[in-house]
């Protein structure tokens, strides 16, 4: 069975409904039409543009988001860079995540465990949770995790968050150190402003965090690049 967000929850823990299948293609035809919508001159920009974009001693802390209910059961046991393992779906365009994990006082935290997972093209977990049956695009691997380098940089090669009937396109990650999770949140996309601003957990956050849960977008080359600096504290 799949599952979807509720109209109304906190944040920690996840506490997820089930999805009503009789409205699942309508949700899928409404967030295309509005994906479709979408204007490029309509993008966020995030009000602190990041840590390294900023003067402040303090930068404000990344805010805390539900795992929901796809958390992998089982990460392996060997770090990864990559979450496309093979040929993608045709519609699942590659993207590259990367930043900083650093804390309040802008000072990186080293060789932070930064994990992250997310549904893949066709709108699947590679979660039991998800009854995807044969439609899982085989060359996503929907999960990874890698330890951050001396500095807290981080880097996944992954694809572009796509929306599902209930949520916007987002990226969950989290972050742990000696076994311990400092921080659970979610990377929500700058060119997905209509469907962010439809999005329950985008709207819970408030005007004040929205920006430090918004990754910003650098597109040249063979792949956009998200960056998002994790704040801990």
Known sequence: MRLRYAGSMTFMPSCDVPRDPS??????????????????????????????????AEPPPTPRMTDGPFYPVAFDRDPTTSLIVGSLLPQARPLRLQGRVVDRANR?????????????????????????????????????????????????????????????????????????TLLSSQVFMPDQDALNRADFLWRHLGAGQQPLALATLERGGDRPVAHFDIVVG
Request: with cysteine; aromatic share 10%; glycine share 12%.
């Open 108 to 180: 990186p935290i080293a060789d932070a465990r930064v994990e992250i997972w997310q549904c893949d093209a066709a709108q699947h977990y590679r979660h039991p949770s998800d009854d995807a049956g044969g439609a899982l695009d085989k060359g996503f691997a929907g999960f990874g995790w890698q330890q951050g380098d001396a500095d807290g940089r981080y880097a996944f090669e992954t694809i572009q968050p796509v929306p599902y009937p209930g949520r916007t396109p987002h990226i969950h990650i989290k972050v742990k150190r000696d076994g311990r």
């Open 23 to 56: 409205s699942t293609r309508h949700g899928r035809r409404v967030a295309l039409r509005t994906a479709g919508a979408l204007a490029l001159g309509a993008w966020q920009v995030p009000a602190f543009a990041r840590i390294l974009a900023t003067a402040t």
